[in-house]
């Protein structure tokens, strides 16, 4: 564990990178398991020995060393400050959130049910079609996956609309949450990388997700 020390006075944060990781696929295995069960909490965990031990089922050691390669891939980051989980009500800051992941503001979040929980930019009826489309693309996408991740090897999930020399026009982005599935649709440049779309991911999993 050269670069991830014990320290106590660290706290244990998730990047924008770590959040997509968490819930863009609903396979299991221990990094997405660590990742979700620090996106429950109330806020960031202190780096220490009885964290680690409580973070998967893995001896202290095994953990320690999966946790150092999620750091070196950019998962989680070690942080002097405590952050804590957004304190607002899902509904009343998803137009914030979903606004700051596009370079064009539009964005809208779907169920799988086809309908849409909150939208930027989008008037009513087109996000109530896009929500829609986004629900039919989840249907084919679940037909074909093991043809696309088993047989072709496409490990990216997500849809797009794109021009003629390969820009995405809309993209539609599926989230897993414990056992629910919404769908991100974009409009423009996303924005992924940014800390709103960690908000985003640690509210839907504090209100939807299972661990």
Do not use: C
Request: net charge negative; aromatic share 8%; charged share 20%.
């Amino acid at each position: 564990m050269s670069q991830f020390t014990i320290n106590d006075d660290l706290q244990i944060n998730i990047t924008p990178r770590g959040a997509y990781y968490a819930v863009q696929d609903n396979a299991e295995d221990t990094t997405r398991k660590i990742l979700t069960r620090l996106l429950h909490e109330d806020a960031t965990l202190p780096l220490t020995d009885s964290t680690i031990a409580d973070l998967s089922d893995l001896n202290l050691e095994d953990t320690s060393n999966l946790l150092h390669r999620m750091q070196t891939l950019g998962l989680i980051s070690g942080q002097k400050d405590v952050e804590e989980a957004p304190a607002a009500n899902l509904e009343d800051i998803l137009p914030e959130i979903l606004g700051a992941l596009s370079d064009s503001k539009k964005v809208l979040l779907a169920e799988h049910s086809g309908l849409y929980l909150g939208a930027s930019g989008f008037p009513h009826e087109a996000a109530e079609e896009l929500a829609a489309i986004s629900a039919n693309l989840s249907e084919v996408y679940e037909r074909h996956k093991g043809l696309l991740n088993g047989n072709l090897r496409f490990n990216q999930r997500a849809w797009g609309l794109i021009d003629a020399a390969g820009n995405s026009e809309v993209g539609f982005w599926p989230l897993y949450v414990g056992y629910n599935q919404f769908a991100l649709v974009i409009h423009g440049m996303p924005q992924l990388n940014r800390p709103a779309f960690k908000r985003l991911v640690w509210l839907l999993i504090r209100r939807y997700g299972a661990i």
